[in-house]
């Protein structure tokens, strides 16, 4: 075993269990410049909202590789966080694999901390297009500073709410909530009947941490302190009673949600018996606008005050959203570099970017095709949201800590379903996911 794939193993010890290698392996070309006869690789996550427009998105971009270089694409995909990072795991370690990578920005400390991933040089960055092509904001967190990135900005993913403006409208609120007490006030007035005040994702792969870090950091709690983890914090529990407590305290969502994803979610409020949604994305524009809320609804910033609050404190961060989207990772190993750098600048045009919107409701990282949608007012908060995005910890430990947030939703989940969580329960779930996030604090690089 070579010494980068011994760094590599030390840096991914105590993830997720190492699992046998990818089917999918990387060309063995020589990295020319022409394709033809060659397949360049990609993992790319499914997109379960729109299964079957990603397909005909690939397809198209297949098409255009292959007319560009001769070379044809092998997709492959990924449906949850914890598969992501065992895909990333288990090619570092075979030396094998994707030749690109298309992963969420949160995770890209992780792949970092394991060596096996393209450092982009200006070289890199002039085979692209530039480093300038990009929305500023969204290389925030390609790398742990400007000289050393490893992550291409591909599309920008701020997370907001929307509200159904006729129901709130009946109920008599005038402006949508600016805190997280104010949204479960709103709730409860707008929950009667068969309608409910909030639609929750209780049962997402990647919903659940990203309220709780949200609170926890406008409360001035950043998780990671440095090289100590802050999850067994008031701040953390309070964040995790408030989540929990929407449905079994305040009763403002429908049950159902215990068992919902994201989709399921954003299809039941698009069925126009729910006043708001809380964490989604420009991509449910689409949904929405295909639903019994076409033309009543619209998008506002998360809540930026943490539960118990009024006022955010003098320590708490305006995190309206996480520093969220996808980046674009050239491995390593990859015989492949030179097809899949012009892979790369292909997705990452302005026209691709574009029409990449158009189908999927992705947000350009591209900064002229992100520049020709601030037209469109329906963007007005996501444009926000991302210039008030934060971005997470870049620390190689991230996405086990992240896994950690999750999992104590996970373990939750029969107790929601019975409709009640101890805060006894709470904080048990809390010391555990601490101690995870510790233990791979003290062994990240």
């Not at 360049?40 to 590789?65: C, H, M, R």
């Not at 995770?107 to 901390?113: D, G, Q, R, V």
């Not at 992550?151 to 159904?164: D, E, L, T």
């Not at 926890?216 to 998780?223: C, E, H, K, L, T």
Request: proline share 4%; hydrophobic share 40%.
């Amino acid at each position: 075993m070579g010494s980068r794939t011994l760094r590599a193993v030390v840096a991914l010890a105590g993830a997720t269990a190492l699992t046998v290698a990818l089917g999918a392996c990387g060309g063995d070309d020589d990295g020319g410049g022409s394709g033809g006869g060659k397949t360049l690789n990609v993992l790319i996550g499914a997109n379960t909202q729109y299964p079957q427009e990603q397909q005909d998105w690939q397809k198209s971009v297949s098409d255009k590789f292959k007319a560009q270089t001769g070379a044809d694409v092998k997709w492959e995909t990924f449906a949850s966080a914890n598969d992501e990072l065992t895909k990333i795991q288990t090619s570092v370690v075979s030396g094998t694999g994707p030749d690109v990578y298309a992963i969420g920005t949160t995770l890209t400390p992780t792949a970092y901390s394991t060596k096996a991933f393209v450092t982009l040089g200006d070289k890199e960055w002039q085979k692209i297009g530039g480093k300038d092509k990009f929305v500023p904001s969204s290389l925030g967190i390609s790398g742990p500073d400007a000289q050393n990135q490893i992550g291409i900005p591909w599309v920008g993913r701020p997370f907001v709410m929307v509200y159904n403006t006729e129901l709130l409208k009946a109920a008599g609120i005038t402006k949508p909530a600016t805190t997280w007490d104010e949204l479960t006030q709103h709730a409860k007035q707008l929950t009667k009947g068969d309608q409910y005040g909030l639609a929750v994702a209780y049962k997402d792969n990647f919903d659940p941490w990203k309220f709780i870090w949200g609170m926890s950091v406008q409360a001035g709690n950043p998780i990671v302190d440095g090289k100590t983890a802050r999850i067994a914090d008031p701040t953390v529990s309070k964040a995790y009673q408030t989540y929990f407590g929407w449905l079994t305290k305040d009763k403002v969502v429908d049950p159902a949600a215990v068992g919902w994803t994201n989709s399921q979610a954003i299809a039941a409020f698009a069925k126009g018996k729910t006043g708001y949604f809380a964490l989604t994305s420009a991509l449910a524009a689409k949904t929405l606008d295909a639903g019994a809320v076409k033309g009543k609804w619209a998008f506002t910033l998360l809540p930026t005050v943490p539960p118990g609050a009024t006022t955010r404190p003098a320590n708490g961060v305006e995190a309206a959203s996480i520093l969220s989207g996808d980046n674009l990772l050239v491995a390593d190993y990859s015989k492949n570099q030179d097809l899949a750098f012009q892979f790369v600048k292909l997705i990452t045009d302005q026209d691709a970017q574009l029409d990449i919107y158009k189908k999927l409701g992705q947000l350009p990282a591209n900064a002229a095709a992100a520049q020709t949608l601030l037209s469109d007012p329906r963007l007005g908060a996501v444009v926000e949201a991302q210039k008030k995005s934060v971005a997470t910890p870049f620390t190689g430990a991230w996405a086990d800590i992240q896994l950690a947030l999750t999992n104590a939703v996970v373990q939750s989940i029969p107790d929601l379903s019975s409709g009640s969580i101890s805060d006894a329960q709470i904080d048990s779930r809390l010391a555990a996911a601490q101690k995870t996030a510790q233990s791979s604090l003290d062994r990240a690089k």
